[in-house]
């Protein structure tokens, strides 16, 4: 798991959205091997290293492709809860290292 103050780099093009509610459509969970739904809020103040692609079949996802290799500080982890107190989701906050 990730732990807060932990540099990682996002290797490959990471295709994310600025719409929460079209990213939670993309994650998944499969209860049977484990693997539950992360959603990832990345604080982006960068110009560069990522690509709008607001043309085409897919605009609606406003989709951001970010470059391959991108660093990124790991700001917060937390498990995102129901009024019930059932887990959704854990949520990564990502922080650019460019600062």
């Known amino acids: ?23 939670l459509k993309f994650a998944w969970q499969n209860k049977d091997s484990g693997h539950h739904k992360v959603l990832f809020h990345i604080k982006w103040n960068c110009g560069f ?17 970010l470059l391959d290799g991108v660093p990124l500080f790991v700001e917060s982890v937390e498990e995102v809860l129901d009024t019930n107190g059932k ?3 854990t949520l990564i906050t990502l922080k ?3 600062d």
């Open 1 to 23: 798991m990730l732990a807060k103050g932990e540099y990682i780099q996002l290797f490959g093009y990471t295709s994310t959205s600025p719409d929460k509610n079209m990213a």
């Open 49 to 65: 290293s990522y690509y709008y692609l607001n043309a085409g079949a897919y605009d609606h996802e406003k989709e951001v492709l």
């Open 87 to 89: 887990k959704l989701h």
């Open 96 to 98: 650019m290292r460019y």
